[in-house]
């Protein structure tokens, strides 16, 4: 063998020699641990669910389950008045708030009375009624609503141009105690005739005349109940709050104080009809005395 090829593989033996001890040097452990490369962790912000509306709601529509939705919303900016479905504890944002503005004794109750009234279910709003303007997706809070009970109900409830005016019922009067809120009633004027002036003696019988002088009439409330409970059959009231136009108010206190009032509870089939006065419903009256057999008896003309 030639010397220049001895000395070329002494050249490469010595290389591979020297690079196994390389190879070996760098994967043997040291004793200081390697340092790996970690992704910082993403911090989830806790959210709760708060009830907005999910389109514009206008004052006085009231509300149904359609109007209204569940929206994420971060914890730490909720506030006070929104509602809230009760699942997520809201006590972080309290003590965060707490952290940075110091409250009374007063001011942690009526937090804490707050946010344990906030929680609830949708079906518990549906018929509130719109107070102010809300617009889709703003959170609905108790200032611009009126639920069933809270004062300003009966304003916020009746319809655009409509009255309400409440009057004397009993049992007898009301259908047996069957007309609930939200029915739809015919009311009846019963009223005596004065015969003082038509010839009428001593010891004649009076004369009653009865006639409809409103008809397919809303009932609002019985006494201060605006809505009968899930199961209730039927309400025993001393008053029935009806909801009436202007004109019809007046020609109703009128027939108030002619005689007493009865309510004919309509069929739901009939509630599409005709809704106010009755023309012609008080009408006027007049008598003749008639003698039967010498015996004079007063008998009225309508």
Request: with cysteine.
């Amino acid at each position: 063998m030639k010397p220049a090829r001895i000395i070329v593989i002494c050249i490469a033996a010595v290389a591979a020699i020297g690079l196994a001890l390389v190879v070996r040097a760098m994967g043997s452990p040291s004793g200081e641990p390697a340092a790996v490369a970690t992704a910082a962790p993403v911090e989830t912000q806790p959210m709760a669910r708060v009830l907005v509306a999910a389109s514009d709601l206008q004052p006085g529509q009231r509300l149904t389950e359609g109007d209204m939705a569940w929206k994420e919303w971060p914890v730490d900016a909720v506030g006070a008045a929104f509602i809230t479905d009760g699942s997520t504890p809201l006590e972080a944002a309290d003590a965060a708030e707490a952290e940075n503005k110091p409250e009374g004794a007063v001011a942690s109750v009526t937090r804490a009375a707050a946010n344990l009234a906030g929680g609830g279910a949708k079906a518990d709003y549906v018929g509130s009624v719109v107070r102010d303007p809300i617009a889709a997706g703003e959170p609905i809070t108790a200032r611009k609503i009126v639920r069933a009970g809270d004062s300003g109900y009966m304003a916020a409830y009746l319809e655009p141009g409509m009255r309400a005016m409440a009057i004397r019922v009993t049992v007898e009067t009301a259908a047996g105690g069957f007309i609930l809120p939200g029915d739809r009633v015919d009311v009846v004027l019963t009223r005596e005739t004065n015969l003082s002036n038509m010839g009428a003696q001593e010891g004649d019988r009076s004369k009653f005349t009865s006639a409809t002088v409103m008809r397919n009439i809303k009932v609002l409330a019985i006494d201060q109940s605006t809505r009968a409970g899930d199961d209730a059959q039927a309400v025993v009231g001393a008053t029935a709050t009806l909801e009436v136009s202007p004109g019809d108010a007046e020609a109703l206190a009128l027939a108030k104080s002619e005689g007493e009032l009865s309510l004919v509870l309509r069929s739901y089939a009939d509630a599409g009809g005709p809704s106010g006065a009755v023309a012609g419903g008080r009408r006027d009256v007049s008598a003749v005395r008639v003698y039967r057999g010498g015996a004079p008896e007063v008998v009225v003309v309508q």
